[in-house]
């Protein structure tokens, strides 16, 4: 009797290991991840140690960050389809081009917003129109990229576009830094002549002291 009562005992205490984990990990509020008490305390996704999922206690929701645009999103509504950047400018020239335009296959109508290096472009520096979803980066904008690679996400009420493109530096640019570098040499050169006539006219005049 008591080796049956032990049997019943362990196999409670097996399904009861099994069933509270399983519980555990579907609530709704879990204690292995930060907490806040609602959508303006979300950590900034941009700091390096910003955590993965936050769950906001007003909402009793989730929320999980999305590396390419470091941004939260509930974990119901993450931006999971994939478009294709199907237009874009690359390279960029500084002080050459204009206006530069990047475009998703996305439908216009889901366009929720722009990211370059991962952080969110204001509005006044593009335009966005429908063909599929086209945004127009104005000149002034463009202009203060650094001159390297850059990454950019036209992003949807429902997924994105991402890809990469280049800024260099526009051949104006090596100009004047060619003209910079010929003046400092000219100016170097009158420099060392006049440096060789000064010595020139003392050694003669120091000459003709010792003929007298």
């Not at 478009?83 to 109508?109: C, H, M, Q, R």
């Not at 991402?162 to 003209?179: E, M, Y």
């Amino acid at each position: 009797m008591m080796k049956r009562f032990i049997t019943v005992a362990i196999a409670i205490l097996l399904i009861a290991l099994m069933v509270v984990p399983a519980f555990a990990a579907g609530s709704a509020s879990p204690d292995d991840i930060l907490h806040v008490e609602s959508k303006d305390k979300l950590p900034n996704a941009s700091d390096k140690d910003a955590p993965v999922r936050v769950f906001v206690d007003d909402e009793n929701k989730i929320y999980v960050k999305a590396d390419d645009f470091n941004a939260y999103f509930p974990e119901d509504e993450m931006p999971t389809a994939k478009y294709n950047l199907i237009k874009k400018v690359d390279p960029w020239t500084k002080g050459t081009d204009g206006d530069a335009l990047y475009a998703s296959d996305a439908p216009f109508e889901k366009f929720v917003a722009v990211y370059i290096d991962k952080d969110l472009v204001d509005a006044a520096n593009y335009t966005a129109a429908s063909g599929s979803t086209e945004v127009t980066f104005k000149k002034a904008y463009m202009e203060t990229l650094s001159v390297s690679e850059h990454q950019i996400v036209i992003l949807s009420n429902d997924g994105y576009a991402k890809g990469t493109f280049n800024v260099v530096a526009g051949s104006g640019n090596h100009q004047t830094g060619d003209n910079s570098n010929t003046f400092m040499w000219v100016a170097i050169s009158l420099v060392s002549l006049g440096a060789i006539g000064v010595v020139a006219f003392a050694l003669t005049k120091k000459r003709k002291s010792a003929e007298n």
